[in-house]
């Protein structure tokens, strides 16, 4: 297994590392590579600075607004943070003790050199944070980028997520033919770290409440069609959690709505959600590709977003 971790030096990307880290600790993981990907759309910022100007209002030095100036400045800025980076996680052993750690940096647009990196390295997982990559870009972009075009699984990490060893995993899942895969990771994630696993359904009761409008059902065919999908998601919870077979697990079904929801069992008692990106959205169903953004932008745990292309064996 290889895990990637994209940085930009700061200290949210440092905490994203050491996160990753403890992760490969519990893993087989033969390599942790952290990526520094200099950003070459801020490089073209800077060459678009009018040195005229700079010269009329009596810059000092407006030869440094040359290009080629301005490709060194950045690279060495890039290459003296990476060495930074280097040198204050492999050089603390209480970090780095017992994991391969490589670090490489590429030149280009962020999410893209992020895609083809975990491509050549042949990666099972990207963890990420949620702040900033590359000064100019947000990472909210760069992480969305990544999450549409992975076929691996991502683990996007808050400022505010404390990482620890997932002894509960909580498994949002809506009715879709994929709803199998992240049980089958958090699963693979349990019995590697005896943990206790949480399986969501989220019956989002505002739709089914419009879609009853614009049918013209009455109060008692309301709850009843909400009845009817709360049986429904109850025997398909029943069947899917087969796969965590002698493992902990609670089966819950909620009406509401899904972020709200999936946020306020996490921050009961879990430390890592677990969910599918791309979960077909219907009515009465957890619209998980609709409310994955939510999640991932208020959650205080760790969120592993499951693709199709993942690491576990069955």
């Not at 100007?53 to 301005?70: C, Q, R, T």
């Not at 932008?297 to 977003?305: D, G, I, T």
Request: charged share 30%; net charge neutral.
């Amino acid at each position: 297994m290889k895990i990637l971790v994209p940085s930009d030096g700061s200290e949210h990307s440092k905490h994203v590392i050491r996160h990753a880290i403890q992760f490969a600790r519990h893993f087989d993981v033969s390599e942790v590579r952290v990526l520094y990907v200099l950003d070459t759309g801020e490089i073209e910022e800077f060459k678009r600075i009018d040195t005229i100007i700079l010269k009329k209002n009596g810059y000092p030095h407006p030869e440094v607004f040359e290009s080629e100036n301005i490709d060194s400045i950045l690279n060495k800025r890039a290459k003296e943070t990476l060495t930074h980076l280097k040198k204050e996680i492999v050089s603390t052993p209480k970090i780095s003790e017992g994991v391969k750690i490589k670090f490489r940096m590429r030149e280009g647009e962020p999410s893209e050199e992020i895609i083809e990196e975990a491509e050549n390295l042949e990666a099972d997982m990207i963890i990420m944070g949620s702040l900033r990559l590359g000064g100019r870009f947000a990472i909210r972009s760069v992480a969305a980028q990544v999450i549409r075009t992975s076929k691996i699984p991502i683990i996007i990490v808050g400022p505010n997520s404390k990482f620890s060893d997932f002894k509960k995993i909580l498994v949002p899942v809506d009715m879709s033919d994929m709803a199998e895969l992240p049980v089958k990771v958090a699963a693979c994630i349990a019995r590697r770290l005896k943990s206790d696993i949480k399986i969501l359904h989220v019956i989002n009761e505002s739709a089914v409440r419009y879609f009853s409008s614009i049918t013209w059902f009455d109060d008692d065919a309301k709850d009843k069609l909400i009845a009817e999908y709360i049986a429904a998601a109850e025997r398909h919870l029943e069947e899917i959690s087969d796969i965590t077979a002698g493992l902990p697990v609670k089966k819950i079904v909620r009406t509401g709505a899904p972020v709200d929801i999936i946020l306020k069992e996490a921050e009961k008692d879990c430390q890592l959600i677990v969910m599918y990106t791309r979960g077909k959205g219907h009515i009465g169903r957890a619209l998980i590709g609709s409310v994955t953004g939510g999640v991932i932008n208020q959650a205080k745990v760790p969120v592993l977003l499951v693709k199709e292309k993942v690491w576990v064996e069955y």
